[in-house]
């Protein structure tokens, strides 16, 4: 048996977390689209940012 | 010498009939006429407002025989991307979803705004679904085509926007940028774009796509009519949150100041690598014209581009979440596929990004504590073929969709103001971004009108 892949593991728990229903059809794509956004998400991680740091919209009252 | 009616600038129109040369009705209808022939090869009409246009041309044309002033854009044909609300029309987006919805009972205030400076609306134009595209195809309405090759995509998402005025149908529209859903598709069909400064121009009534970046703004054949139309639509709207409390800043009078005094960078780094021969011709002739000779980096901006792609995913599907759970079947697969990844991306990692975007946001600015404006590429590339699913970027085969906006990206990001400035390299024209601090869309305008002067920028005729 092939060992489990995290990822796919993520998107079936995530799409009935948000009861998104996904076709197994579409699951390669979702998959993929999904592992380029992390790829991008840890560019973003990876940069040292003081904790202090504002995020850039800021609400005022 | 007659006006020639296709090839007139807004601006050539608005003077004739402002002298009392044309008659609006007499523009509208040509511009109808030339819908008719070329919409059903170049597929940028969604909706054609024939009737409207008739009934405001004639009013303007009646307001000039009772001797009343005229507006600056009086008796210009314009359209709007179908995001854009039009009274009477369902807002559609470019999707299925949305053509269910009622009619719109309003205008969207900029079309209001064009409208009271004198200009006609004719229609609303063919888009990439929820704008979350940049190639300008779609499955429900049809491709839109290049108007200077009709098997090349135009670019999107605004892709009509610049199919009906590349294709010589009106001479100005609107459309939206996010990510670079203007300046690509004025890249590749060769027109000049303003992508002002995020909070400029009010989306009130536009549907959206993702509220942290969306822009509104014109594409034109001439930096003038961007100017004109841009200066028509200005000022404050309380029915949108994010548009500025600023008061109207004409770029009109200064538009023909020149460069001289203005100190231009090219931008390197990041956005010298991975271009095209087209694309660092394209930007090496503009810098020339200008003597632009220093070389200036934008810090992080690979980072600040995987920074707006996590923002646009995460908050393009929060938009459509409900959507994707009972109407998936309804959107086209590679929007769909691309939303449901973004509702999965957790919330830990936006947070960062929204951060690092304030972070990268000053960095960014503090450049123009030493030059005016910097010059990058718009686009790898010229117009990819319609279906094309790859591109070649450093010897390497790459995806399309997701590379097309790796420099657009990195500047709508934080909202700087863009002129796009057509470069008629053959077979296909490419742009160049004239990117200016924020507020500063009379530098960027004044630029991209003296390349236009000089020859450099220009909106190639097809050969249609």
Same mark, same amino acid.
């Given at each position: 048996?092939?060992?489990?892949?995290?990822?796919?593991?993520?998107?079936?728990?995530?799409?009935?977390?948000?009861? %998104? &229903?996904? @076709?197994?059809?579409?699951? #390669?794509?979702? =998959?993929?689209?999904?592992?380029?956004?992390?790829?991008?998400?840890?560019?973003?991680?990876?940069?040292? %940012? &003081?904790? @202090?740091?504002?995020?850039? #919209?800021?609400? =005022?009252? | 010498?007659?006006?020639?009616?296709?090839?007139?600038?807004?601006?050539?129109?608005?003077?004739?009939?402002?002298?009392?040369?044309?008659?609006?009705?007499?523009?509208?209808?040509?511009?109808?006429?030339?819908?008719?022939?070329?919409?059903?090869?170049?597929?940028?009409?969604?909706?054609?407002?024939?009737?409207?246009?008739?009934?405001?041309?004639?009013?303007?044309?009646?307001?000039?025989?009772?001797?009343?002033?005229?507006?600056?854009?009086?008796?210009?044909?314009?359209?709007?991307?179908?995001?854009?609300?039009?009274?009477?029309?369902?807002?559609?987006?470019?999707?299925?979803?949305?053509?269910?919805?009622?009619?719109?009972?309003?205008?969207?205030?900029?079309?209001?705004?064009?409208?009271?400076?004198?200009?006609?609306?004719?229609?609303?134009?063919?888009?990439?679904?929820?704008?979350?595209?940049?190639?300008?195809?779609?499955?429900?309405?049809?491709?839109?085509?290049?108007?200077?090759?009709?098997?090349?995509?135009?670019?999107?998402?605004?892709?009509?926007?610049?199919?009906?005025?590349?294709?010589?149908?009106?001479?100005?529209?609107?459309?939206?940028?996010?990510?670079?859903?203007?300046?690509?598709?004025?890249?590749?069909?060769?027109?000049?774009?303003?992508?002002?400064?995020?909070?400029?121009?009010?989306?009130?009534?536009?549907?959206?796509?993702?509220?942290?970046?969306?822009?509104?703004?014109?594409?034109?054949?001439?930096?003038?009519?961007?100017?004109?139309?841009?200066?028509?639509?200005?000022?404050?709207?309380?029915?949108?949150?994010?548009?500025?409390?600023?008061?109207?800043?004409?770029?009109?009078?200064?538009?023909?100041?020149?460069?001289?005094?203005?100190?231009?960078?090219?931008?390197?780094?990041?956005?010298?690598?991975?271009?095209?021969?087209?694309?660092?011709?394209?930007?090496?002739?503009?810098?020339?014209?200008?003597?632009?000779?220093?070389?200036?980096?934008?810090?992080?901006?690979?980072?600040?581009?995987?920074?707006?792609?996590?923002?646009?995913?995460?908050?393009?599907?929060?938009?459509?979440?409900?959507?994707?759970?009972?109407?998936?079947?309804?959107?086209?697969?590679?929007?769909?596929?691309?939303?449901?990844?973004?509702?999965?991306?957790?919330?830990?990692?936006?947070?960062?990004?929204?951060?690092?975007?304030?972070?990268?946001?000053?960095?960014?600015?503090?450049?123009?504590?030493?030059?005016?404006?910097?010059?990058?590429?718009?686009?790898?590339?010229?117009?990819?073929?319609?279906?094309?699913?790859?591109?070649?970027?450093?010897?390497?085969?790459?995806?399309?969709?997701?590379?097309?906006?790796?420099?657009?990206?990195?500047?709508?990001?934080?909202?700087?103001?863009?002129?796009?400035?057509?470069?008629?390299?053959?077979?296909?024209?490419?742009?160049?971004?004239?990117?200016?601090?924020?507020?500063?869309?009379?530098?960027?305008?004044?630029?991209?009108?003296?390349?236009?002067?000089?020859?450099?920028?220009?909106?190639?005729?097809?050969?249609?």
């Amino acid at each position: 048996m092939a060992p489990k892949d995290p990822l796919d593991d993520f998107i079936t728990a995530t799409a009935d977390a948000l009861a %998104l &229903p996904i @076709d197994p059809a579409w699951r #390669p794509a979702v =998959r993929t689209h999904l592992e380029i956004t992390f790829r991008l998400g840890r560019q973003v991680e990876e940069f040292d %940012l &003081p904790d @202090d740091a504002e995020p850039a #919209p800021v609400f =005022r009252a | 010498m007659p006006l020639d009616l296709a090839e007139a600038t807004a601006a050539d129109i608005a003077e004739a009939a402002a002298r009392g040369e044309t008659q609006a009705r007499a523009v509208v209808e040509a511009a109808l006429d030339r819908i008719a022939r070329l919409n059903p090869l170049l597929n940028a009409f969604t909706n054609v407002t024939a009737e409207r246009a008739r009934l405001r041309a004639d009013a303007i044309d009646a307001d000039r025989a009772a001797g009343k002033p005229l507006g600056p854009l009086a008796g210009v044909p314009f359209a709007v991307k179908n995001l854009y609300e039009v009274k009477g029309l369902p807002t559609r987006a470019g999707s299925k979803i949305n053509r269910e919805r009622p009619p719109a009972t309003q205008d969207q205030p900029l079309i209001a705004r064009l409208e009271a400076a004198g200009a006609v609306l004719v229609g609303a134009l063919n888009m990439g679904e929820y704008a979350y595209d940049f190639t300008g195809e779609n499955v429900h309405d049809g491709n839109a085509r290049n108007p200077h090759d009709p098997a090349h995509m135009t670019g999107g998402s605004s892709s009509g926007s610049a199919g009906a005025v590349a294709g010589r149908m009106v001479p100005l529209s609107l459309g939206s940028d996010t990510n670079g859903s203007i300046r690509v598709p004025s890249s590749y069909c060769g027109l000049f774009g303003l992508k002002p400064t995020y909070g400029r121009l009010t989306r009130a009534r536009s549907f959206p796509f993702v509220a942290s970046f969306d822009h509104l703004g014109p594409l034109a054949r001439s930096a003038r009519d961007l100017a004109l139309a841009y200066d028509a639509m200005q000022g404050p709207d309380s029915e949108d949150p994010v548009c500025a409390g600023r008061p109207v800043e004409p770029t009109l009078p200064a538009l023909a100041r020149g460069t001289d005094g203005l100190r231009i960078a090219v931008a390197g780094g990041y956005f010298r690598q991975g271009l095209t021969a087209d694309a660092q011709t394209a930007v090496e002739r503009v810098a020339a014209a200008l003597g632009a000779r220093r070389e200036i980096e934008i810090p992080e901006a690979q980072r600040a581009r995987a920074a707006a792609f996590v923002i646009t995913a995460s908050e393009g599907a929060s938009l459509h979440l409900d959507r994707l759970r009972t109407r998936a079947q309804d959107f086209e697969p590679v929007v769909r596929d691309r939303l449901i990844a973004g509702a999965m991306i957790p919330a830990s990692l936006v947070s960062r990004a929204q951060k690092f975007r304030r972070w990268y946001r000053e960095r960014v600015l503090a450049l123009f504590d030493e030059v005016d404006a910097i010059l990058a590429p718009v686009t790898p590339g010229p117009a990819p073929r319609i279906g094309q699913q790859t591109m070649m970027l450093d010897g390497a085969e790459i995806m399309l969709r997701p590379n097309i906006g790796i420099y657009t990206q990195p500047i709508s990001f934080i909202g700087l103001p863009v002129v796009a400035v057509p470069v008629p390299l053959t077979p296909l024209p490419i742009g160049v971004q004239v990117i200016a601090a924020p507020w500063r869309e009379d530098v960027a305008l004044r630029i991209a009108h003296a390349l236009e002067q000089a020859g450099v920028a220009q909106a190639p005729k097809p050969s249609l």
